[in-house]
């Protein structure tokens, strides 16, 4: 680690430390976060020329305490006419998020696009924004480890900058976080940070997140994460040589959607994902066994995130290769034939309510609704909606076993999804390749989040992101239940 001086204009920039195991244009964005200079904008003099993005620290010869002279000019903001309409460029940054309808980007920090698009998907969940606020407010439970919290407390710093700034924003300290709490996100290829697998990336930062936002408060929900994301499954394992039967419970955060030739949409893959073989030893036989485990789901989440396993061992190549077949899924997905009996029955009475609703919103003409028709009518609400107040801050108490309530209300989910966030990979290996996020906002458009460049996309084309070619192909689907107030 150098520490330099930089010169820009006719300001000094002391103490700006250079990371000489990380390239120039993670230099360059910490230098935007002081100048408001985009890194493509930069000039930075140094030994040989110009500093160039991939420049190799080691052969360019900065030396501690070294002045380095930088010129570019910084994003500027018009100015307002004295007199006359405001335009969108006049209004502060957090004015100016509102009305550009969607989140910044992040600037990749060198194959950090698994982690960007981890984050934009994640960052769509408002009662988890709600949760981090609420974390970062209250303080640090004892019997949560320091590297855990501080990774908590930035992914909470990175949502709100997010939320507040129209610039992209350089994730440096989450990214420093998450390598420190799990190394293996550090892997140098060459002097290069590799590109990682962005499921483990989801996996790893919202086992953190489950840890850290626990409560031992009786008012509040004992397990955020699990509320949010968990789903609860019930397994039946057989041994047809022996007769042996027992059953399992587990609660796990996503459903795999299993790929083969037989594969054709996410239904069927979900299928294949709950049935499975497994060898393991067998009392009655006094030896091992083939067992068969039939699993379903006995508990639903207000968010539901199925994982497209395109990735397997290739050991001819001793590489990960990537399933390249295209499995197609829905905009709106139903999980009720992957339900236990227990839950289908909680479920039937809302799921008629839903129904019944919707055929009355078909069949019935603005203004023919009695003025006590509103008493009448059931109440249906996203999760989200009825999760949440007006400031986005949770008051649902628990989501266990498909009802949610709160002081006033239950709010029962419906087995019924809606499809909210999509995270793709391109390219032929998990360890290459690049990954975006593609999100649904609140007003029903879609953005693709290519790191630092957020773009506007049609919701026709969100489900072509199926496979089948080189194209960005679908490898992590995030839904959100469909809720009824009963």
Not at 77 to 83: H, R, T, Y
Not at 196 to 206: F, G, M, S
Not at 358 to 377: A, F, R, T, V, W
Not at 395 to 424: F, N, P, R, W
Request: aromatic share 8%; charged share 25%.
């Amino acid at each position: 680690m150098l520490t330099v001086s930089v010169k820009w204009q006719k300001e000094v920039f002391s103490n700006v430390e250079i990371d000489t195991s990380q390239t120039p244009y993670v230099f360059k964005c910490q230098l935007y976060d002081l100048t408001g200079v985009p890194p493509e904008r930069q000039k930075i003099m140094v030994k040989g020329g110009l500093l160039k993005d991939d420049s190799d620290w080691s052969m360019l010869g900065v030396k501690q305490g070294q002045r380095l002279m930088m010129m570019g000019t910084a994003d500027e903001i018009v100015k307002a006419p004295e007199k006359g309409p405001v335009f969108v460029e006049d209004l502060p940054e957090e004015e100016q998020v509102l009305s550009l309808g969607h989140s910044a980007g992040l600037f990749n920090l060198g194959n950090t696009c698994y982690m960007n698009s981890t984050i934009q998907c994640l960052h769509s969940v408002p009662e988890l924004k709600s949760a981090l606020i609420k974390y970062s407010q209250s303080g640090r439970s004892n019997d949560v480890d320091q590297s855990s919290h501080m990774l908590t407390v930035a992914t909470s710093e990175l949502f709100n900058d997010l939320d507040k700034s129209v610039k992209p924003v350089a994730p440096m300290q989450f990214w420093m976080l998450l390598r420190k709490k799990y190394p293996q996100f550090g892997q140098l290829h060459n002097g290069t940070f590799m590109q990682q697998d962005a499921e483990e990336c989801w996996t790893q930062l919202l086992y953190t997140l489950s840890q850290s936002l626990r409560s031992v408060n009786a008012s509040e929900i004992p397990d955020t994460v699990k509320a949010l994301f968990g789903i609860d499954i019930v397994s039946r394992v057989h041994c047809q040589e022996s007769g042996e039967e027992s059953s399992e419970t587990e609660s796990i955060y996503a459903l795999k959607c299993h790929i083969s030739h037989e594969v054709n949409h996410l239904h069927e893959g979900l299928k294949h994902g709950l049935k499975s073989e497994l060898e393991k030893a067998s009392p009655a036989l006094g030896r091992s066994a083939v067992y068969l485990k039939e699993s379903c789901i006995n508990g639903l989440p207000r968010y539901l995130t199925i994982q497209f396993v395109r990735f397997f061992w290739k050991r001819e190549s001793n590489q990960k290769a990537k399933i390249l077949r295209k499995v197609d899924y829905p905009l709106e997905l139903d999980v009720y034939d992957f339900c236990s009996d227990d839950l289908r029955k909680k479920l039937d009475a809302p799921r008629q309510k839903l129904r019944d609703e919707e055929g009355k919103k078909l069949g019935l003409k603005g203004g023919e609704k009695s003025s006590n028709s509103k008493d009448n009518d059931v109440k249906m609400t996203e999760a989200e909606g009825s999760a949440s107040n007006g400031s986005g801050e949770s008051s649902v108490a628990s989501s266990q076993d498909g009802v949610t309530t709160d002081t006033d209300k239950e709010t029962h989910l419906t087995g019924i999804y809606d499809l909210v966030a999509v995270l793709t990979h391109k390219g032929r290996s998990a360890d290459s390749g690049h990954y975006v996020a593609w999100v649904k906002q609140e007003s029903g458009k879609w953005i693709e989040y290519d790191d630092d460049n957020p773009l506007p996309q049609r919701e026709e084309d969100i489900t072509k992101l199926s496979g089948g070619g080189d194209w960005h192909m679908a490898y992590i689907c995030m839904y959100k239940a469909r809720s009824i107030s009963m």
